[in-house]
């Protein structure tokens, strides 16, 4: 076994133990059970003893830290309570149609936030001191959805719900110029756009997905498409292996086309407001492109897994408790694994449109199973829906970076490109409402068992019908056509 495949399947373990982890409580005689058996393979196994140990040790560094991950940080109690404690602000306050959420870390505790909901009139900042006092809570389960441990992915550890808030002291942070940025750029989206229209690009392009009017979330989930408004690693590696596409069709060095289009998802992230699932959706989506830049889809997959290992050796909660982070995941590896495969399908169409049709089919093939299960109800329409509006979501970033930056320059410069950019949200629009207005063999929840055995199935049929061998051999592509 060569080192970099036990540094792959190491990953795996490390992965795997984190996963157990998060459905079987662990105590100290099975780590002991653990080490014995260790042990033995040291002692009794030779080589392949070694490297069986070594993939253990990983399984029960995952294991380990993923169970530590689930118990409560000090300062923190199960109980609800009366309290009164100074916090500071600590991320972009969330207006919502309703209310502000606003993320504070509190006094009392070094680590952990609590998640305040209060009016959506009240004046408070990214920076901000805050003066609080009511009813301290603990997040609880609904309708079988594990919210607390979804909050705890987040670093929320404690629910405020209407309490007394009085602005201490506004602040600043590192992030503020580019909150204020944004805000901008979200008053220059009303003054082009319809309401709606304006919605959903921030939404795509901002990472305002909670933003959005509850209305609008509502058709968007009765249509099974609201995933797409969330950013994730399917918009990011969507973008980058088309820019790398495109630059290479206009005649750019391979290498400079791979740095523009990094160059991009770093522009994607930004504009994102730095966000935590936008950070991780950009990393993934970077990963694309290193496999590229050697000239090895088995690079890319590589450097997935290792990234996706990293991140939740700093939060184990991602893995089961973040749909995001399943979603970039699956997305990136449903391009790397499927997109050749894709590409020959749609050989029939223009280049640009082929390589589009299979980028977005293939991020599909592995993602549609858990949206189905995470967003609960699904319809035949929804399917179609998705094949309709993801190839819109690199026209709706293009256009709309260019719309916002122009309309930062002139008012005319903006309407110029608000034109051709409210067509197509327009038509991203008619799509969702008529898409949530027939809802044919509609069904309110897909069992975990059976998006498994999906996963499971499309496993096989790639094992067995697309070579993967190949999934490890050098590859001389320029573009995806040339796979």
């Not at 407001?273 to 993934?284: E, K, N, T, V």
Request: aromatic fraction near 14%.
């Amino acid at each position: 076994m060569t080192l970099s495949r036990l540094a792959l399947y190491s990953s795996g373990a490390f992965v795997g133990g984190v996963f157990v982890s998060s459905f079987v409580d662990f105590h100290l005689p099975a780590f002991l059970l653990l080490a014995a058996l260790m042990l033995y393979l040291l002692c009794f196994g030779g080589k392949k003893g070694i490297a069986l140990t070594l993939l253990i040790l990983f399984l029960g560094f995952g294991i380990w830290r993923g169970d530590g991950a689930e118990k409560m940080p000090v300062g923190w109690s199960v109980a609800a309570r009366e309290v009164s404690f100074t916090g500071r602000v600590v991320a972009e306050p969330d207006l919502r149609e309703n209310e502000l959420r606003v993320e504070v870390q509190p006094d009392f505790a070094p680590v952990g936030r609590v998640l305040v909901f209060t009016s959506r009139f009240r004046e408070i900042g990214y920076g901000d001191t805050l003066e609080l006092s009511g009813r301290l809570e603990r997040p609880e389960s609904f309708d079988g959805f594990d919210y607390p441990s979804y909050l705890q992915s987040k670093g929320v550890y404690g629910l405020m719900f209407r309490p007394s808030v009085r602005v201490a002291a506004q602040g600043s942070g590192l992030l503020s110029p580019l909150f204020l940025f944004k805000d901008r750029l979200r008053q220059e989206g009303l003054r082009h756009l319809s309401p709606e229209s304006s919605s959903l690009l921030s939404a795509m392009v901002l990472g305002d997905k909670d933003r959005m009017p509850d209305s609008l979330k509502e058709r968007l989930s009765e249509a099974g498409v609201r995933h797409i408004t969330a950013v994730s690693g399917m918009h990011v590696a969507i973008l980058s292996a088309l820019s790398l596409s495109f630059l290479l069709r206009l005649g750019m060095w391979r290498r400079q086309a791979l740095l523009f289009s990094l160059f991009v998802i770093v522009l994607f992230v930004i504009f994102s407001g730095l966000q935590p699932s936008a950070i991780r959706a950009g990393i993934m989506g970077s990963m694309f492109l290193f496999g590229q830049m050697l000239n090895r889809r088995s690079a890319s997959f590589r450097a997935l897994v290792f990234a996706a290992s990293a991140m939740l050796l700093l939060n184990p909660l991602l893995l089961v408790h973040d749909v995001s982070f399943q979603l970039s995941f699956l997305a990136v590896l449903g391009i790397i694994a499927f997109a050749p495969f894709f590409t020959s399908f749609f050989k029939f169409l223009p280049p640009f449109f082929s390589e589009l049709a299979a980028l977005s089919a293939s991020a599909q093939l592995l993602t549609l199973p858990l949206v189905a299960h995470s967003f609960g109800a699904v319809s035949v329409t929804s399917f179609a829906a998705n094949l309709v509006l993801v190839p819109l979501v690199p026209f709706v970033f293009g256009f709309g970076i260019i719309f916002y930056a122009f309309s930062l320059v002139a008012f005319h410069l903006g309407a110029l490109i608000a034109f051709p950019l409210s067509l197509i949200l327009s038509a991203f629009s008619f799509t969702v409402n008529l898409a949530s207005s027939i809802p044919l063999l509609k069904t309110e929840h897909v069992p975990a068992a059976l998006v498994l055995s999906l996963y499971a199935v499309i496993g096989l049929v790639w094992m067995r019908f697309l070579k993967p061998k190949e999934f490890f051999l050098t590859h001389p592509f320029g573009t995806i056509s040339e796979w």
